[in-house]
């Protein structure tokens, strides 16, 4: 795009250059038609720059109104899959599993508490003399819902799949497995989805971005199958819920 510009400024620099050049040394006769043919093509080549500049930046704002919806949901999946691994021990590999625990499942609340109890080998091996060690116990002090607790009554979780924005009918890739025997998932949708409507050249531009301050790389993704993280890949001016 920058060069694209550039080359449209170098051109219109030019034009003007060679208007002047005419003014000078080109017979009065036909200096007005070749003036107005010339000053035509300097206002279309500005015409065509501005609107290079503009659609870049309708570009860039509709872009981030598109990826703040995108981010929440996949917020809502990770808080969703982080209750789901408190009582399973590991994260939904599907959303129709997901879905159905944070309208069913309960989420125990515990509470942790160190006691004395008779360490029977260290007894036996002191001939009979009574050894204590200290072990951790876990009692359940009540139950909440995810439903309630992260959605607040509110059903969009029932469609959490969806990504909301750009392509219609679009989902959310969900992948769950493990890393060195560590629970770990995924959420994410391509930028071309949630871009569909969009010029091609900006979207690809987009695919490339690293900014710490947008969403670096080709999608927008929670979690990852590739490390234990249940992180972004965006800034955090992008969310309304972090």
């Avoid at 500049?53 to 990826?67: A, G, H, Q, T």
């Avoid at 497995?177 to 690809?204: H, N, R, T």
């Amino acid at each position: 795009m920058l060069n694209i510009i550039i080359a449209i400024v170098a051109i219109i620099i030019s034009t003007i250059a060679i208007v002047w050049l005419i003014d000078k040394f080109v017979p009065r006769k036909i200096k007005p038609l070749i003036n107005i043919v010339l000053w035509g093509l300097i206002i279309f080549l500005g015409y065509i720059t501005f609107n290079s500049v503009y659609d870049e930046i309708k570009f860039n704002k509709l872009k981030v109104e598109r990826y703040k919806v995108v981010i929440d949901r996949l917020v809502d999946i990770r808080d969703s899959q982080l209750a789901y691994k408190e009582v399973n021990g590991e994260y939904a590999g599907s959303f129709d599993k997901l879905i159905d625990f944070v309208e069913n499942g309960k989420v125990p609340i515990t509470q942790r508490r160190d006691t004395l109890v008779l360490d029977e080998e260290r007894t036996r091996a002191f001939g009979g003399v009574e050894t204590m060690k200290t072990i951790t116990l876990i009692d359940t002090l009540s139950y909440y819902t995810v439903k309630d607790s992260i959605f607040k009554g509110n059903n969009r979780f029932k469609t959490m799949d969806d990504v909301g924005v750009g392509k219609s009918g679009a989902k959310f890739k969900l992948e769950a497995g493990k890393l060195d025997q560590i629970p770990v998932f995924e959420a994410s949708v391509d930028k071309a989805i949630i871009l569909d409507d969009q010029e091609k050249y900006l979207v690809e531009k987009e695919k490339q971005a690293v900014s710490i301050a947008g969403v670096k790389g080709e999608s927008v993704k929670i979690g990852s199958m590739e490390e234990v993280n249940t992180s972004g890949n965006w800034g955090k001016d992008l969310s309304t819920k972090e």
